[in-house]
């Protein structure tokens, strides 16, 4: 499957359709034929009490990693929307930078399922995976 | 199963443990024998770019639910953790108030599982579901 | 959403185009605005070492009562596809004819989301809960 | 995390224990460092009508491998169980023999969670994925 933007692209692209998106800050470490890797540099909105990433942070981070990663082969499909979100809390993560990597497992013409795996930078064992799906709108360019 | 934590306890008992979870804006509407129910005003952090309800705020208020509905039930535990969250997004939702029924379908010793619906206020038809599970801690009082 | 076909028009349909699903040997108890209702009376076939039900057998319960659930809506569609089944195991079940009643939370052109439950007979807690999604083909009669 | 049954001593421990499960018909490939590899020789049982591999014989392959690989990290554990198992079908699947593995990605006291994909054999593309987890009983030797 080709790779039709790669991380410069995309940034591109979010920064001009979602800025908003933008204030999560989220960064695009690479999109290529493997799948996505984005980082997310830990802030204070991420936490919550006890000093521990919170669960929606991981969720939005998965989320954002599979949206890159079906951009990144259908092009500029701002409409793709999220189907389901099944995600596992595996251990308590570090209030430290988190990376996470998606691998797409299909990407058919209405819909796409893609596998993420968080991890806390540097550390060996994941604290989060999920599984996402992503409908894709009917007519694309 | 005997509800310990009716609605206004639980609102105290997160006002006192976790205060910083009610920047998220939630309301206790009801905790009794079938579940509970829990509402949120939608407010500008509440949504994304386009004026819909974003994704992580249908999974918190979900992960809420179910927090609460655990509470209910075993009493004041504040380390009850999720394990797991499986969210599907079915409609668009408008932004209106939304309301969040969880109930209880399994309270083991070590294990709780919760099947939530979110609507938004007034609709008959549901905008997401989830499967939400926590672990108990072992010992508790 | 109306119901095109009931009851005894799925049994038909399924005798018709499905007779091997047959000696799974489900028996369709409802088909109605609320939801569909399907029964398993246990044989040995269905148990597993320990003279529980297997999971495989609630598996394909749930799969089937959300098949029926789509086609009593849509009408005698062969085509519809399961894209993903999420089960939840919630006791041990004893070895006593089941129940498994199906509500559909999401019917659109593309993809249809239901929530099943499956009980003993007569036994007041649920055995396992799963949400099923299906692909509905694109063009239907 | 240390491997305590390689491939021969869980198929010696599924035989003594187990030995109805011999009829699914499974053979263990792999049982090391990097998780488990089951495969699965296909027969008429497996297939349903049209001569597609059916849910029901991938999900049992897909939790299959999730036992032998909590197994192989615990030992002879015949009491751990399934709480939950979550699968993607992807691709219809050809009338081949299948392999599939599965890592584990966490193997808490209590719980495990673990990730399994499903190949037809030779084929680049997986036709399913699950995500699946256990319950570890309490007192282990």
Do not use: W
Not at 51 to 68: E, H, N, Q, R
Not at 100 to 111: P, Q
């Amino acid at each position: 499957m080709k790779v039709l933007m790669d991380a410069p692209s995309l940034e591109q692209f979010i920064d001009r359709v979602f800025p908003a998106a933008r204030e999560f800050g989220f960064v695009i470490d690479r999109a290529d034929a493997d799948g996505v890797q984005v980082s997310l540099p830990i802030n204070a909105g991420h936490l919550r009490p006890g000093g521990t990433i919170s669960g929606p942070t991981l969720m939005t981070l998965a989320d954002t990693a599979m949206y890159l990663a079906v951009l990144s082969r259908v092009g500029p499909e701002a409409l793709a929307v999220t189907t389901s979100l099944n995600m596992n809390f595996l251990r308590r993560p570090q209030a430290s930078r988190i990376v996470c990597t998606c691998r797409l497992l299909k990407l058919g013409k209405r819909l796409a399922v893609g596998d993420t795996l968080i991890h806390c930078e540097g550390q060996p064992d994941p604290v989060a995976q999920a599984t996402v799906t992503y409908s894709i709108p009917p007519a694309r360019a």
